[in-house]
């Protein structure tokens, strides 16, 4: 007699253990010895208000505490498009689920097309009534309020950005190697002296929010530029653990079934990832010829400007940055 179909709870059970396996897995989530109790990272979610420079008063920052009590963090840098409601790490990956790993997970919220850096002036182009000053709240506020409120280390940290947040990652990590000891950059533009750079910069803030580049940097000759340019601070990251990475501008299989099908937004990815590439590729020639041998890139066979490719590059990196960092 041949066998027939499961009854109706059975398969209705495995249909959900299924899906149970397929979503949850996949994100990292850990399972106790026994197989039983699943971790969930939103128990360990704090949201925060911090004092901020400027005249903002305030920046909202979420965080997930590490699994395991450990001090030690990493600082996830949003796009150009950032958002007010929670961190673009939020909306579109599992960044979360690096807590369950021993690191703090610290998402500042906001900071659209501000290449999170100290700002000389307001945005006239949208009567901005306070000053962006990212890199003071980033490396005094912030890692002031974690020491003081949850025992998080002010050294030994990481900081990840992708795209503009990629280019901040850096500099910040050059600039204040007393409190990052880890950098990644995904996607980032980091040949800002590259010809045509600082006004394709010029028109990406303008199209984010009309956002008036002088008032950030000054106009292109303000050495302000030089200061924020990877490529031309490369110095200051010699001996700093770096993780590199740009696609190449290529769909791949993540692309159509995380995202609807939509052309126009899948060839825009394609190029600024192409962009991004050649960017990438040009950093890694200027850190061969300084000498600079700290830094492993990562150039993926496919992969376009989305967050499906920088989930993926973040969970490649974890076991590189949590050795330098000492989580």
Known sequence: MRATARSGPSRLRSVILLLVAAVILPMGVALGAAGTAVANPYDRLREDWVPAPGGVGQIKVRMWLADNGSNRAVYLLDGIRATDDVSGWEHETNAAWLSDHGVNVIEPVGGESSFYSDWYAPNNFTNQPYTYMWESFLTQNLPDHLARTYGISRSNNAVVGLSMGGNAALILAARHRDQFSFAGTLSGYLNLSAPGMREAIRIAMLDAGRYNSDCMWGPPWDPAWLLHDPFVQAEGLRGLPMWVSAGSGLPGPQTRPVYPIDYFNTATGMGLEALSLAQTR??????????????????PAVGIHAWPYWQDQLWAMLPMMKGAIGA
């Open 282 to 299: 040009a950093f890694q020639v200027r850190l061969f010829t300084m000498g600079i041998d700290s830094a492993h890139f990562d150039f």
